[in-house]
């Protein structure tokens, strides 16, 4: 567990009691999600979490089993969240050349920092996680991510926007990229802005989907 001034309460105790078991735990995780962006789920512990929840530790160890069911909980959330946010915004474009703008766009602002120090966090549980089921749901989780990628692509292809002659292999690519330049914003060794590494997402579609019958490919991001 660790020490330090606990958090701001969540909640008032008068609006705590009223609460049923199933909002009480996601009470507990929602609060669990800043403490993990902020810190890393190897620097939280249980105590850490029911003060940001408002709740006593006792009612955190009466709704959770262990503090990782907690974390692994929150982590989801968090992540469940963010890829819904993004599939909205590639569902507003008109074209998928515009979706896949929006995409990168939305991967890489300075908020989605804290996703991308979940999403490594949500891995790296991963390694030490001895339940399949949050493997499997893992594993689930990214090969969404891959689906709605390719989908996107798929779609430019159909409407003759651009051509891809790998269109799994595109997917592949632009996730392991995405990946990669995540993790070098966050260390920032070397440095790595926000723009840039929208730029080299957006000129690796560009040298990847070239121009369809009814297009003229993506050409260069605005």
Known sequence: MTGGRSPRR?????DRTRQPTEVRRRLIVEA????????????????DVAGAAGVSVGTVTYH??????????????QIERYYAALSETADRATSAAGALRLLVDALFTED????????????????????PAFAGG?????????????????????????TCADLDGFTTRFAALADGLALQRLRQAPPLTTQDARRH????????LGPGPHGVGLGPAE
């Open 64 to 77: 959770f089993g262990s503090v990782q069911e907690i974390l692994s909980e929150a982590m989801v959330l």
């Open 138 to 162: 893992q594993d689930r989780r990214y090969e969404s991510w891959h689906r709605q990628i390719r989908a996107l692509a798929e779609r430019g292809v159909a409407d003759g926007e651009f």
């Open 32 to 47: 669990a999600v800043p403490l993990i962006a902020e810190r890393g789920s190897s620097s939280v512990g249980v105590r």
């Open 201 to 208: 997402l957006h000129r690796f579609i560009e040298t990847e």
């Open 112 to 131: 989605t920092d804290r996703h991308w120090r979940m999403w490594f966090e949500y891995w790296n549980a991963g390694e030490h996680h001895l339940d």
């Open 10 to 14: 969540a909640v008032a105790a008068a």
